[in-house]
């Protein structure tokens, strides 16, 4: 019997999902929760694990596609009778004994939205698929077309929207490329290859590399180009509204703290030589975040929300420390669940998974969700300091700066030691100047003297 498999709700809320690639092709068997898909939703890259054990019979979406939640991607021929006909005529089983199952974490499946329907596109020969509805809704296109249509004639090419719109910005006539999706089906590789050809000019083939850029591959420059366009999308279109919700929704207060971090430095050698922390990436983002979360236990309105809809300032009694990561798909703040109940060798550790996931673009829905302060290291950059943006729905977020040697006066007289700027972003609604301006010299109190964690905790 054929069963499909919908884009399921991958959290938050997101609606849709960018396929990025297919780990299987039709004709392979695939085990039960084995992966067969990566999709980009608008915070992360998330794998898909097949909820089927069976053969793969069709993918009903391409590669760079933008699909709703809850539409069909791809089909499975599994073993077992249908089990829904009746004695008296073979009718149909009813919906309720047709959901699919739900995958752990990723929400109900989402129903018929009652839009305008057409006739369903099949990608490959397939068996005929059982369906609730009777007919497929249209594919999300992925880009508006501001011109008109132009009348067919016939049967068009073979194709989804997304790439019916990049060979209209190309010029390309579908009707001149062959297709070498399932069936025949025309993708995007077969827009660009045509273009790459030399069929067209200079000017259209670098509408073809703008187009490469759209799927995530790293855009390659031209000589003499004089500008590159990437298509705002993904974690990068994510990113940009969320900082300009927060930057005028909130309002931010910036202090700056500069602190002679000998000490810590100090301390920071000691623990790496130390038994106990073989094998740990220890950096002085691991004392600084160990240093913030100690500072609010004293200081606890730094870590809640403005509940605007019920009209409500939320404290947490716990703290989900987010770490800002620069990723090669754009800016992620992923947290450590639990972070303030954490010992300083686990905190290491957790600092050190999440960084490697994040650069890897493999950081899940969960993990970017729930933060309630976050830290951002630009000191790795060689910065000294800078006004952060707070992270929606957080109350402050702290930046490092790098460490430097500079002349600084120490035992009364005038030495070099390793000082460090600790900049501080906080909404003003949620706390007092004074309220920040306490919990940023606690942090650097410890900073300086490690040893006053004793009289904190």
């Given amino acids: 019997m054929i069963k499909e498999f919908r884009l399921p709700d991958l959290g938050e809320g997101l609606t849709e999902s960018e396929i990025v690639s297919w780990k299987v092709n039709v004709g392979d068997t695939v085990s039960l929760n084995q992966i067969i898909a990566e999709v980009e939703t608008a915070k992360a890259v998330v794998e898909l694990p097949s909820p089927f054990a069976g053969v793969v019979t069709a993918l009903h979406e391409q590669p760079g596609t933008v699909v709703e939640v809850g539409k069909p991607i791809v089909s499975f021929e599994v073993e077992g009778d249908a089990g829904a006909q009746t004695a008296a005529g073979g009718a149909a089983e009813s919906p309720a004994a047709k959901r699919e199952p739900n995958l752990v974490g990723y929400g109900a499946v989402v ?148 602190v002679d971090v000998t000490p810590a430095m100090e301390l920071l050698a000691r623990l790496k030589a130390s038994k106990a922390f073989a094998g740990l990436k220890l950096t002085p983002l691991t004392l600084v975040a160990k240093a913030a979360l100690i500072a609010l236990r004293r200081n606890p309105t730094l870590n809640s929300k403005w509940d605007e809809a019920n009209q409500e300032i939320v404290q947490f009694n716990y703290v989900n420390l987010g770490i800002a990561a620069a990723t090669p798909r754009g800016l992620t703040v992923p947290n450590i669940k639990d972070a303030d109940r954490m010992t300083l060798a686990e905190l290491s550790t957790a600092l050190t998974g999440l960084t490697e996931t994040a650069r890897a673009g493999k950081t899940s829905p969960a993990e970017l969700s729930g933060g309630t302060i976050s830290i951002t290291n630009i000191g790795v950059f060689g910065i000294d300091a800078g006004t952060p943006i707070l992270n929606p729905g957080e109350a402050a977020i702290l930046a490092m700066g790098a460490v430097r040697k500079m002349p600084w006066e120490y035992q009364d007289q005038v030495a070099l030691r390793q000082v460090m700027t600790l900049s501080l972003s906080f909404d003003h609604r949620l706390v007092d100047g004074e309220q920040g301006s306490r919990f940023l010299a606690d942090i650097g109190a410890l900073l300086a003297d490690p040893g006053m964690a004793l009289a904190m905790v």
């Fill in 111 to 258: 129903e018929a939205t009652g839009r305008p329907a057409r006739r369903p596109r099949a990608f490959a020969a397939a068996p005929p698929v059982e369906r609730v509805e009777t007919k497929q809704a249209e594919p999300l296109v992925e880009l508006v077309e501001t011109a008109p249509a132009e009348p067919l004639t016939g049967e068009r090419p073979r194709s989804t929207p997304p790439v019916r719109k990049l060979a209209k910005d190309l010029g390309v006539d579908l009707e001149l490329v062959t297709g070498s999706g399932p069936g025949g089906l025309i993708t995007r590789d077969d827009v660009r290859n045509f273009v790459g050809g030399g069929e067209l000019p200079a000017a259209a083939q670098e509408l073809a590399g703008e187009a490469g850029q759209a799927q995530g591959q790293v855009p390659s420059a031209r000589p003499g180009e004089r500008e590159v366009r990437t298509p705002i999308k993904g974690v990068r279109k994510f990113t940009a509204a969320a900082m300009v919700s927060s930057a005028f929704t909130a309002p931010h207060v910036t202090e700056f703290l500069t």
